[in-house]
């Protein structure tokens, strides 16, 4: 059983720019989920994606996006990047999206804004 | 609205001591409450949970209590060990949704 994969690990990019990072779900999982998490902060839900549809969403401006993929892995956009993008992007699956799910994360792409 | 605290910020303990870890939530129909553990360069990762149901889990030196009145639970580990420091996090689920409200954090040292 292979866990939660997220590419790249590390990304360097400009403020303006966009970004896309990838998620691949632990084996038999169909939701994923994407948390911010900022330095010495715990992480923030951006939102959840279940059978390739957005079920849910957090306080994350327009700018963010996602999709999911018929094989379950993930991916999350942002566009016109600021500098408190500058965070730890989790993306975490679960065996189904109903309250109380266990969630099982990657870990994480470090992205620094310049 | 969704509030959740945690305390300590840090917390340092002798090897083979006790350490406590409490989280306040403000959501009283929240029905899932799990701990987290994340190491330096690792993602979060889920050590024990408890439902609404339950009022103490425990798994080897790990224990969850929970008080539904008083709208906390707390994290025990007993016989602590250098390969327990790590940040621990808090992070009920509050009712009606499907994400998990982390608290900010607790830094756990074990001195050898």
């Known amino acids: 059983e292979t866990g939660v994969t997220q590419s790249p690990t590390h990304l360097i990019k400009t403020r303006g720019q966009q970004v896309t990072l990838r998620c691949s779900s632990q084996?038999?999982?169909?939701?994923v989920s994407w948390y911010q998490q900022a330095l010495g902060q715990g992480p923030q839900f951006i939102f959840q994606?279940?059978?390739?549809?957005?079920?849910g969403r957090g306080n994350f401006p327009p700018r963010f996006s996602g999709l999911q993929f018929p094989n379950y892995s993930s991916e999350l956009n942002v566009n016109a990047l600021e500098l408190d993008d500058s965070a730890l992007y989790l993306c975490?699956?679960?065996?189904?999206?109903?309250?109380?799910?266990?969630?099982?994360f990657g870990s994480g792409t470090q992205l620094s804004v310049l | 609205g969704e509030n959740v605290e945690q305390h300590p910020s840090t917390l340092s303990v002798q090897e083979g001591d006790s350490a406590v870890i409490k989280c306040t939530y403000s959501?009283?129909?929240?029905?899932?409450f799990p701990w987290y553990k994340q190491e330096l360069g690792k993602g979060p990762q889920l050590i024990i949970d408890?439902?609404?149901?339950?009022g103490e889990k425990k798994d080897q030196r790990i224990a969850v209590t929970l008080n539904k009145t008083a709208k906390h639970f707390s994290l025990h580990i007993t016989e602590t060990q250098p390969e327990d420091s790590a940040v621990y996090f808090c992070?009920?689920?509050?009712?009606?949704?499907?994400?998990?409200?982390f608290g900010t954090g607790t830094r756990l040292k074990v001195l050898a």
């Open positions: 992070a009920p689920v509050f009712s009606g949704t499907y994400k998990y409200i």
């Open positions: 084996s038999g999982h169909n939701t």
């Open positions: 959501d009283s129909a929240s029905n899932y």
């Open positions: 975490a699956s679960s065996l189904g999206q109903g309250t109380g799910e266990k969630l099982f």
């Open positions: 408890i439902r609404s149901n339950v």
């Open positions: 994606y279940y059978r390739e549809e957005e079920n």
